[in-house]
């Protein structure tokens, strides 16, 4: 695989409660990226960062937190964590979005988190 | 408002057959993605497209780009029972560098 590992994989937490799902990537890529999954939506953006201590909000961050302390480690916190937040999170790296090789993503293998 | 509309959401399909999934997007972009997810798995980037008249081709699959139009089509050729997954394309609005903006998805089913 690519280098990127989200954890935990599968997580069931009661309303109300903050979690937090780590995404850590060996690849030394400077963006990464924070996508929730829900059926009909594809994926939406929830935060990224574009460097250590740089962050910023997606399309559908109210909720949620991020942190990045390193390059290699991604952290997701649901501060108070809601039914609504039921879903398929995904973390992406990329390189470089504007490189000339395409800026691909890579994704991780996802977490599942439901809220009761 | 960004917008990235796949059609069809859902396609059935015998094996054998060709079929095309288009994707429409709203903003002026010359980069865009298609992805590959199977069932409970993550996403596979399958091409990059990366200015106007681009086209990509790998086994069965075939990617164009048409800026212009705002168009991009996945051409399925003699489609397997393999290629059953959902498909994704994804464009970088040119306001934006980091963010893409991703279609729904198309859920392709392949019968043998």
């Known amino acids: 695989d690519a280098g990127i590992t989200q954890s935990p994989r599968h997580k069931v937490t009661e309303t109300g409660t903050p979690v937090t799902l780590r995404c850590h990537q060996t690849?030394?890529?400077?963006?990464m990226y924070w996508y929730r999954q829900d059926p009909g939506h594809g994926l939406r953006l929830i935060h990224y960062s574009y460097g250590v201590k740089d962050t910023d909000k997606g399309e559908v961050s109210d909720g949620y937190s991020v942190s990045r302390s390193k390059t290699e480690d991604f952290l997701l916190t649901l501060e108070s964590a809601t039914s609504s937040q039921t879903s398929v999170y995904f973390c992406?790296?990329?390189?470089?979005?504007?490189?000339?090789?395409?800026?691909?993503?890579?994704f991780g293998s996802g977490t599942r988190l439901t809220v009761v | 408002e960004l917008k990235v509309e796949q059609n069809p959401l859902f396609l059935s399909m015998q094996e054998g057959k060709n079929y095309t999934i288009y994707c429409n997007y709203s903003?002026?972009?010359?980069?865009l993605y298609w992805y590959r997810q199977d069932p409970g798995k993550s996403l596979e980037s399958l091409f990059v497209l990366l200015s106007n008249g681009a086209v990509k081709q790998e086994g069965r699959l075939m990617a164009s780009l048409d800026t212009k139009a705002r168009l991009s089509t996945l051409h399925i050729t003699a489609a397997v029972h393999d290629l059953s997954a959902t498909y994704f394309c994804?464009?970088?609005?040119?306001?934006?560098?980091?963010?893409?903006?991703w279609g729904a998805g198309t859920k392709l089913i392949i019968k043998p």
């Open positions: 903003t002026t972009s010359d980069r």
């Open positions: 994804a464009v970088v609005p040119m306001d934006s560098n980091y963010q893409l903006i």
């Open positions: 690849e030394n890529h400077r963006y």
């Open positions: 992406a790296i990329s390189e470089s979005i504007i490189s000339g090789q395409g800026g691909g993503y890579t």
